[in-house]
């Protein structure tokens, strides 16, 4: 061998090359195994269980029989499917006007009519029914007239109207931001192309921009569609008699005990979730393959009619976010609604409240913490293993399948889940015994933090997915060909490069789990109470101020957490601008 | 023969329903400068990845420096690649991406030492402080270049390398990767579709063509001979002559006209009576006015012509049914001194040691020419 450089050396590192394949394999298998465990085998037993009587014998479908006998219980599909399906309605068209005023005029403040916008997602969806009650309720600032400055408005608050404004705020912001995406990579020339064949306004309006952005809008649709027909803290509270599948869930798991008609229904609150996400992943395919192409950004021309129509609008839905929400925390901080406004922490006391007060809330804050950092390594690894260490095909995309599929999974539905495989002692199989070796995890802040991690799983995995798609897949092959292991690559370069990924991923996850109720509620025990279920308690009891606090302990806690993510992002940028610039 | 630096021997690759690679077999001696050429998706960067082993045959063996590595993953192989994206990482610096390969295996100061070296190599003293993202393509290319040569592979091979780069910085770059190659005596491969490329750095060029190997051989060879009609459109521009049926040796007919070629030129395999098709190029054909040899003399009328800088490209109709036009290269002062003009009628001179002929066996890609093109080995 002759060079001028030097002369090849040994091949350093922990495993020989033959060993670095073999650990590739072993780790895509894991990935699989830990779906498998937290994923598939729940959720099986969910459904073994919904075919079994009390006794644990094979019944068929005759809980389901049961189910459909009973029109107070099968009423409820319904009841659930119109809120859903209203919500939708309402939630879109307003998604999309103001989508499309933040991408495609000129109005000022865009920036900060976005961050108002995304409040909501901030917000357990208990606020959201607390909130309403404060306005809307029998002594609402509406209702009352401002204490009696003005004429009151009464609104037939409990039930489905209630439920349906709830689930408007809820989903308002998830249609924004896909939209504001489909609105965001339309393609100027188009545009140029139409004007100049003289389309007008309106012709251009349904023939190029609705055309281009009507993957985006179906996702919209179903996406908003999934999260109010699974929603279950918002009709917690504003619900009433009005019944729907998630609060029946809930209520023949706590109310009544009754496991198998909970399993039932869950079935059943599963299936039009199911399609509803199989048809948005279609869809999101397609919307992928649009945005590969290439494409000239758009550029708005200002005109001033056209900008001040979408501040205008804007304005509006800005201040009713943050009316609703202003209203909330000042009904947390009067003394005694709505005779007493004095103003104070009274109900931040929590002391002889039910719920857990300050031990909830740093419980809550405790497993937000531990649901980030574990889900976030977990989400990236996951990610990683399918895009990046293409190995034994068949199981990758087994764990692909498995990393989409929690988003089809209502939080009830996961919780529940949970509670029949974790808290199984064991199973018998073909006569023998076999102990369940995850029981341990039973009642305790593990089973909280996995339910998290599995519940907001796949957002997570797709960030991560996204961004490791944007990296060149021969970094890989390059570290292979000069003999340097996967994992060294990994760390040098993969993990520095998808930071800011990462960073996205771990504040999605601790502001979800410091809000998500649905998931929790089934799981937690009396010695870890937390925030999010003591607010549902203190609802429940009738506490509806020290409620009212603890959620705005979990807002601002959220927005804080926000906050820092965003400013971290901001140091991180000018941190590797130098090598981010091209 | 036993001095085969590097052997693919009947190599084949399949996706699925897809032949990326038919039965593929060539060598190369130490220190060559091998170059595969082909239109995409003719199977040259499949071939490429299967020598570097990122890619695993389906059949057939290779062979690198005496060790039969079919078996063997790229980092068992010591190739160096450059891809066409580079794949630098963009978080670490010229440098450290040099010395990316080497930490672990040297000394922290070896390491230094020999990126220094490599960094001079390659002609970037000073910018090894610098992201990628902060060098020119052509940098970025070089720090590509000396990440590659760093651990002293036995092969260097290179993807597509100057495809990203504006036509003056190619050229350039074509001459520095020529003689830091001849410098290193590294043994390389490298893939392209651009026939430039491939005749003004390679020793040999191997032609491919929907997964087959069509000809090999060296720059002048593939242009002066090439093997077969695909070969001589894809590189150059040739004037095909169909329907050419053979008469006598080295004498074709087509649609009554008379044509003459060197008998040892002819396509072997033809009797007379079979049909063939007959190629110039360009720059071969002569446009004359009367009188000189009346072999392959032929009357035209000039239709187009178009300037091309150093020379005009004249398109000229030889008035024939069957005959297509021909495209002739000729330099300005030959048109100023002819006083040609569009629609004028010239003489077309096709010297019969010009003219190839492709028999009816060598259309769908295997050469029956007597010019060495069966026997794939290579001379680098």
Known sequence: MDSVVAQPAKRSGLFDTFGLEQLKRLLIFLALVWLTVTVVLPVGTLLLKSLTNEQGQFVGFANYAEYFASPALSRSIGNSLAVALATTLISVPLGFAFAWSLTRTCMPGKGMFKSIAMMPLFAPTLLNGIALIYLFGRKGLITKGFFGLLPGISLPLYGPVGIIVSEVIYTFPQAMLILSIALAISDARLYEAATSMGAGRMRIFFTVTLPGIKYGLVSAFFVCFILAFTDFGAPKVVGGNFNILATDIYKQVIGQQNFIMGAVVSVVLLIPTVIAFIVDRIVQQKQVAMIAAKSVPLVNRPDTLRDYAALGFCSMIAFAILAFYATALFASLVKVWPYQLTLGFWHYQFSGMGGGGYAAFFNSIRMSFYSAVLGTSVTFVTAYLVEKIRVIAPVRQGVYFLSILPLALPGLVIGLSYIFFFNASGWTVMGAFFPNPFNFLYATMGILVLSNIVHFYTVGFLTASTALKQMDIEFEQVSDSMGVPFYKTFFRVTLPVSLPAILEVGSYYFVNSMATVSAVIFLYSADIPLASVAIANMDDAGDIAPACAMSMLVVFTNIIVRLAYVLGTKKIKEKTQAWTLG | ?380
Do not use: W
């Not at chain 2, 071939?47 to 078996?71: F, K, M, P, W, Y």
């Not at chain 2, 190659?181 to 491939?198: F, P, S």
């Not at chain 2, 001979?225 to 050419?244: D, H, K, Q």
């Open chain 2, 1 to 380: 023969m036993e001095t085969d630096y590097l052997a693919l021997e009947c190599v084949s690759k399949t996706f699925g329903t897809v032949t990326a690679l038919d039965d593929v077999s060539f060598s190369a001696e130490k220190g060559a400068f091998l170059s595969i050429l082909g239109p995409s998706g003719c199977g040259k960067t499949t071939a490429l990845r299967v020598i570097a082993g990122l890619e695993r045959q389906t059949s057939g063996h290779v062979v690198i420096n005496g060790n039969d590595v079919s078996g063997l993953p790229v980092s068992k192989r010591n190739v160096g690649i450059v891809f066409q994206s580079y794949a630098l990482f963009p978080n670490l610096t010229a440098a450290k991406n040099i010395a990316y390969g080497l930490q672990g295996r040297y000394s922290r100061g070896k390491v230094r030492d020999m990126v220094a070296d490599l960094m001079e190599l390659v002609g970037l003293e000073g910018l090894g402080h610098k992201y990628p993202s902060q060098l020119s393509g052509g940098q970025q290319q070089r720090v590509a270049l000396a990440r590659a040569m760093a651990l002293s592979p036995d092969l260097l091979l290179l993807d597509e390398p100057l495809s990203a780069l504006d036509a003056k910085v190619r050229i350039r770059l074509r001459r520095e990767i020529c003689s830091l190659q001849k410098r290193l005596g590294v043994t390389t491969i490298m893939v392209t579709h651009d026939q430039e490329e491939a005749l003004t750095m390679a020793d040999r060029i191997l032609v491919m063509n929907q997964g087959r190997l069509v000809q090999t051989g060296s720059p002048t060879e593939i242009y002066k001979t090439p093997a077969t009609p695909f070969v001589a459109s894809f590189i150059g521009t040739m004037n095909f002559l169909e329907r050419a049926r053979k008469v006598d040796k080295g004498a074709y007919v087509i649609s009554g006209k008379n044509f003459r070629v060197h008998e040892e030129d002819d396509a072997s395999g033809l009797r007379p009576g079979d049909m063939a098709t007959l190629a110039i190029r360009p720059e071969d054909v002569k446009v004359v006015g009367l009188g000189g040899p009346e072999t392959n003399r032929f009357s035209a009328v000039l239709r187009s012509m178009e300037y091309r800088g150093a020379f005009f490209r004249l398109e000229l109709s030889l008035q024939v049914d069957g005959l297509p036009r021909i495209k002739a290269d000729v330099p300005g002062e030959t048109l100023s001194a002819l006083n040609l003009t569009i629609d004028r009628p010239v003489h077309l001179l096709m010297p019969p040691e010009h003219l190839l002929v492709y028999g009816r066996d060598n259309q769908n890609g295997r050469p029956v020419k007597g010019n060495g093109q069966e026997e794939f080995r290579l001379h680098g």
